[in-house]
């Protein structure tokens, strides 16, 4: 479960540090990311980084936590959820926001990648 939960760490502490190559890596080539009601928001690696370089370009994160980590395992599978909380400004306005995540990784032969990320707000 370390190994999986180290992966998520990586990923997200990536996009916060602008360094969105190291991200690539830890990515399934087919990852998905769904957002409210399930709506697909990006669809391969390629896409998938791009929607964190987006927001990084117009914003700048003064604050951000993550809690409740939870991991389920089956085998080669495994989810994490989590609580996450973010204040950040943005076209000179500061707001915060919070939400849940779901990430589902699968054991590739270079390690954990993540397959899907499903945002809840």
């Known amino acids: 479960m370390g ?7 990586a990923i997200n502490q ?43 370009e117009q914003s700048h994160i003064t604050e951000y936590s993550e809690s409740n980590h939870i991991t389920d395992m089956w085998g080669d599978i495994a989810a994490v959820t989590y609580n996450w909380t973010m204040t950040y400004e943005q076209k000179g306005q500061t707001k915060t926001d919070s939400g849940q995540d779901m990430f589902v990784f699968h054991r590739a032969p270079t390690g954990w990648v993540a397959v899907l990320r499903v945002i809840f707000f």
């Open 14 to 56: 990536a996009w916060r540090q602008h360094q969105f190559s190291d991200m690539e890596a830890l990515l399934d080539e087919n990852v998905v990311m769904r957002g409210p009601k399930l709506k697909e928001y990006a669809r391969g690696r390629k896409a998938f980084v791009q929607t964190y370089a987006q927001f990084m």
């Open 3 to 9: 190994q999986v939960i180290e992966t998520l760490t």
